[in-house]
């Protein structure tokens, strides 16, 4: 039975803690109940002659609510966990988009299914995953994607996306892109390893896995959660969305302007013509780390995070992000981009 829920309160659903309404609200635990939603939607635009806009979300850990939501947001939580192929070396794993991430890197990791290990602690749900193809520590979702399954927002069909398809790049896909807001994910598939791999290049995590004499999976695991526990504000306690800004990738030449000047800066070779920098010491070097605006903090141990402890509105996260990246501008000449997405009323 389809509760939709007039002017839901969305605080307690974005873990920016950011006060928002949406002007109506709905949780799908089935296929047959998001396809009512949609229908419902399709029906009430036409009954009241206006347009619903749609708001998807899982956890909530990578929007920005701008104000409150005119339309229907569809909150999706359609759980499972189906072992859907097998080979003696990779095992195919269908899961809900409802299931939470981390709760699905101890399952896999439970059982033995490696992969899944460097992206522990991620916030939100499966099917989010690969809006942005999730990463950290060297790992991306697309390195274990296989499918996903999708239900188009217009149509009510249910499609597949296969790996190619899905246009994955940094913190980027087809669904943040060409395809906006065009479906609604339903499952991810993924594949596994059975034989262990560990991908320890990052400086963090290698430092963490030093004293470890047998560097398991597991070790690799715990490693990630110890680190991101010592530097990532908690978003139950401390309201944030991560990362604020995507790290910039800029051209060799930007690079080498700004390396003959800052010496030290971090930065990473993409390709023979591209460099990624590092926002968060971007944003330290322009001198906010630790520093609050208007309300808004920007965390001390790593100041790519913004923080919302006084659980202000968007306008407030949005004026300190603009004023962060205006200062960022005019000392490097470089341009940060918002990672997570904005969504409501101005
Ligand atoms: P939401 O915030 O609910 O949604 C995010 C976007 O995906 C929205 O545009 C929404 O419309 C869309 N969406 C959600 N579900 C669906 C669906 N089923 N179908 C279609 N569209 C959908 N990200 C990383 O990549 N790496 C990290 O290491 C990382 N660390 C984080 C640490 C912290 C403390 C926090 C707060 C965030 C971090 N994030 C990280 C960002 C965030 O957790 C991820 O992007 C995560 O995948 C978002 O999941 P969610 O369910 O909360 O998505
Ligand atoms: P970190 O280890 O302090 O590294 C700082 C930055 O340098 C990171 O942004 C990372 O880029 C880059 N980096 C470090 N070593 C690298 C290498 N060997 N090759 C290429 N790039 C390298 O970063 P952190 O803040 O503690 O985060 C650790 C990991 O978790 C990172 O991968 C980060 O992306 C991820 N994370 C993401 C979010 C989010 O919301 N998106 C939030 C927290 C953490 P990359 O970011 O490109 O990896």
Redesign the pocket.
């Known amino acids: 039975m389809l509760n939709i829920i007039p002017n839901l309160e969305l605080q307690p ?4 803690a950011i006060p928002a309404l949406a002007r109506y609200g709905v949780k799908v635990h089935s296929l047959d109940e998001l396809g009512a939603a949609l229908s419902w939607r399709r029906e009430k635009q036409l009954e009241d002659d206006v347009d619903i806009p749609l ?9 920005i609510l701008r104000g409150d939501f005119p339309g229907l947001l569809v ?2 939580d ?1 759980q499972g966990k189906e072992e859907i192929k097998e080979t003696a070396e990779h095992i195919w794993l269908k899961v809900g ?2 299931e939470n ?1 981390h709760s699905l890197v101890e399952y896999s990791l439970s059982f033995h299914y490696w992969g899944l290990e460097n ?1 522990a ?17 060297g790992v ?2 697309k390195d274990v994607f296989a499918e996903l399954t ?1 239900v188009d927002i217009q149509s009510g069909v249910e499609v597949v996306f296969e790996r190619e398809a899905c246009e994955f790049g940094y ?1 980027d896909s087809v ?2 892109q060409r395809l ?2 065009r ?4 499952s991810v598939t993924l594949k596994l390893s059975k034989n262990p791999t560990q991908y320890i290049e990052y400086p963090a995590l290698a430092s963490a896995l030093s004293d470890c004499e047998n560097i398991t999976p597991e070790a690799v695991f715990e490693a990630v959660c110890r680190v ?1 526990r010592s530097k ?4 139950a306690l401390t309201p ?4 604020f800004f995507k790290n910039p990738i800029v051209d060799s030449t930007t690079y080498q302007r700004l390396h003959n000047e800052y010496a030290n800066m971090p930065a990473y070779v993409v390709d023979q013509q591209t460099v990624k920098l590092a926002a968060g010491w971007l944003i330290d070097k322009a001198g906010w780390r630790g520093k609050e605006l208007e309300g808004i903090v920007v965390h001390k141990d790593q100041a790519l ?1 913004l923080t919302n402890p006084k659980r202000l509105p968007g306008s407030a996260v949005l004026a300190a992000a603009e004023q962060i990246a205006s200062d960022v501008k005019a000392k490097f000449g470089v341009q940060l981009e918002m ?3 904005v ?1 409501g009323n101005a």
């Open positions: 659903l974005n873990t920016m708001l998807v979300i899982g956890g909530g850990s990578n929007i909150q999706v359609l988009a409802g991430w992206l602690l991620i916030p939100g749900c499966v099917g989010a995953a690969p809006i942005q193809n999730i990463g950290a520590y991306e979702l999708a913190r669904f943040k906006k807001d479906y609604i994910i339903t991101r990532l504000p908690d978003p944030n969305t991560g990362s995070v990672e997570p997405r969504y």
